[in-house]
């Protein structure tokens, strides 16, 4: 929203305005005015702000908002952002590093680390770490689990905020878009191993995000993330629960589910997120996807580099909570 | 389309008749026929009537009559005619189909053949691709009837065209169209005055304008390409923002409970049923990839995904119960009354 100079801008000016916006309108509607009309006259006694905000309203009500063909509201990923600025800022104190060296312009592949077993926040923090440190910021997407988009609720907030279901025809067809486009080698071995396991990086898929990336010629910027393994520290899993929800594993927490919904508050631990030296794939040609040699090669390159910058970011980052 | 001449099947669906109207217009048409159980209820110049079961196996003697060298197959049927069972739909599109391949087998001055069919065959998961390839069908389960059968009758197709590799045989693949005259139960389910949606999801749907519907089918007609083709506008909308556009406010149902509901409602306002495809459709949302059918075939939409819902919202404005709110002319005041 912008802010503007209007003189009659006060701290929102408060319930006076509006109830001069009423009387207004009721003196417009009983002096034979139709409802619009009067609302418009009444309309000067609102603030800038207030009438800013009204507008933006109605314009969402009627649909007038962009979105793109994969489901994503930049307005919506916009009003997320207070929420996640505060997780960010205030729960999780993430400190980021070297968020230039993800491209500004064209596309990009940004491969992170995975963990967080009941809800992975590692993608939002990612967002964060980009929108707020970022020189020239854009919105990235990011590859969710599909079972996520069997999910109601999750599946519409996920698509609206970026996310896209996780397979190598979406992955593609977005780069080719010239997006940047976040994915997590790991999945769900990432999120859900044992606490006791923490940054100790599981297997890199098939390397799925390698052939991606050597057929459309994106390069790939590792990404390495602490904190996100102690906000829901895994002790054991429920293969009941799973069984029952179809979820891939349900996590039992020192407070999930024994506290209900307050076991999904997730421990304020202490983040850094470091965006390593993007890697050129520009010396291999495309069919070099094809080739199983090298795709695993350029993979397990790719998941060193991320396991070191782990190793070394734990010992920047001193103690766990404090 | 100099001396050519083209037989549609389903002459008395608004597709097959809104094609023969079209074809009709090129004077360089030799001569164009129509195929259907009953007569087309507009009355269509040019076009010979042949009064014909696709299902009979009379269509066999039929059609090499005509001495057809284009056959256009519209009678493919996404949903029941009201009042008949939907069990129907098999024998009308799957028996309906290899009769009509039977029929030209025998046709010796056949050269081209155009289905239109439905992108059904790639189903609505929330793991599919977002935007499906023409080469992605199958891949996941077939999990409805019309589903199966449109799988089908893609194969006896592809089995067709690959014994008759000298035929160009092309398979189009419609997403679901919308238009103020059409009168498909998905048309009239966007109309209802309040529309029924599955709480907590909001699927991206990609709804065809009906003037690019008959658009794509006739440059496809023109200039076949072979094997199948994603008919689609370019981009995706959402179920959400669909309704605000179209000013209709939606009631969440929880989805187990929407598929009964819909199936009850529908028969008191007479929508129809949305069988499982449409169903799923508004769950998951199913979005398919149309470059082919730009590039190769040559037809590029007139109306995006958001546009042909525009139109679509602006022509059914009227059609609506209550008052209209216009939220936005107020904003509008609203923002312009200060400045």
Redesign the interface.
């Known amino acids: 929203m912008t802010v503007g100079t209007?003189t009659r801008e006060g701290p929102l000016a408060g319930p006076e305005a509006l109830a001069d916006f009423l009387r207004n309108m009721r003196v417009g509607v009983e002096a034979g005015l139709d409802p619009?009309?009067a609302?418009?006259?009444a309309?000067?006694s609102?603030p800038?702000q207030l009438?800013?905000a009204?507008?933006a309203?109605?314009?969402?009500?009627?649909?007038?908002?962009s979105?793109?063909?994969?489901?994503f509201d930049e307005e919506f990923a916009e009003a997320m952002f207070p929420i996640f600025d505060f997780l960010y800022s205030v729960w999780w104190r993430v400190e980021a590093e070297g968020a230039r060296h993800v491209p500004s312009h064209g596309r990009a592949l940004l491969v992170s680390n995975h963990a967080g077993s009941l809800f992975p926040f590692d993608a939002g923090m990612i967002t964060m770490a980009l929108m707020k440190t970022h020189p020239l910021p854009r919105w990235p997407r990011f590859m969710v689990l599909?079972?996520a988009?069997?999910?109601?609720?999750?599946?519409?907030f996920m698509?609206?905020v970026g996310g896209?279901?996780a397979?190598p025809?979406?992955a593609r067809?977005v780069l080719e878009q010239d997006e940047t486009v976040m994915v997590f080698p790991e999945g769900v071995k990432g999120t859900g191993k044992p606490f006791s396991e923490r940054y100790r990086l599981q297997r890199f898929g098939r390397g799925g995000f390698v052939e991606v990336a050597l057929r459309t010629g994106a390069p790939i910027v590792p990404i390495a993330v602490v904190g996100s393994e102690e906000i829901y520290p895994k002790l054991g899993e429920s293969r009941t629960l799973a069984r029952a929800t179809g979820a891939p594993f349900v996590p039992l927490t020192p407070t999930f589910p024994w506290f209900g919904l307050f076991g999904l508050i997730p421990l304020p631990s202490r983040w850094r997120i470091e965006f390593c030296e993007p890697i050129h794939l520009s010396d291999h040609p495309p069919e070099a996807a094809d080739d199983p040699r090298v795709v695993f090669d350029l993979s397990e390159e790719v998941r060193e580099t991320i396991q070191a910058k782990l190793y070394e970011n734990l010992v920047k980052r001193g103690s766990a909570f404090f | 389309m100099s001396g050519r001449r083209v037989v549609i099947t389903g002459i008395a669906s608004q597709w097959g008749a809104e094609l023969a109207r079209r074809l009709a217009r090129d004077p360089a048409l030799e001569y164009v026929a129509g195929i259907d159980t009953h007569p087309p209820s507009a009355d269509l110049e040019r076009t010979d009537f042949i009064e014909a079961d696709l299902r009979s196996p009379l269509l066999s003697r039929l059609l090499p009559s005509t001495e057809a060298d284009t056959v256009v197959h519209c009678g493919i049927l996404w949903y029941p005619e009201l009042g008949k069972p939907a069990g129907a739909l098999h024998e009308i599109n799957v028996i309906g189909t290899l009769q009509l391949l039977a029929a030209c087998e025998r046709t010796p001055t056949l050269e081209r053949v155009v289905v239109r069919g439905s992108a059904a065959i790639y189903g609505c998961e929330a793991a599919s691709p977002a935007f499906f390839t023409e080469d992605l069908a199958r891949r996941l389960p077939l999990r409805t009837r019309f589903q199966r059968d449109i799988s089908e009758l893609e194969e006896y197709f592809d089995n067709f065209s690959r014994r008759h590799s000298r035929l160009t045989c092309c398979m189009l693949r419609y997403q679901p169209e919308i238009g103020p005259e059409l009168e498909t139960p998905l048309v009239r389910y966007l109309t209802l005055p309040v529309v029924p949606t599955q709480l907590g999801y909001d699927p991206r749907l990609q709804l065809l304008h009906a003037d690019d519907a008959t658009g794509a089918l006739e440059a496809a007609v023109r200039n076949p390409v072979r094997g199948p083709v994603n008919v689609a506008p370019t981009g995706a909308i959402s179920l959400s923002r669909l309704l605000r556009l179209a000013r209709r406010p939606g009631v969440p149902l929880p989805h187990p409970l929407f598929g009964p509901a819909m199936e009850r409602v529908g028969r008191r306002l007479g929508v129809g049923p949305l069988l499982g495809d449409a169903i799923r459709m508004l769950r998951y949302g199913r979005g398919i990839d149309n470059r082919r059918l730009r590039e190769e075939v040559g037809y590029e939409p007139r109306f995006d995904a958001v546009d042909a819902v525009r139109d679509f919202a602006g022509k059914t404005d009227g059609r609506r119960l209550g008052p209209r709110l216009h939220a936005g002319a107020l904003a509008e005041r609203l923002a312009g009354a200060g400045r």
């Open positions: 209007d619009l009309t609302a418009q006259r309309a000067g609102l800038t009438r800013e009204a507008d309203i109605a314009r969402r009500l009627q649909g007038e908002y979105e793109d063909e994969w489901g599909d079972w988009f069997a999910l109601p609720f999750i599946s519409s698509r609206r896209i279901p397979s025809h979406n067809r």
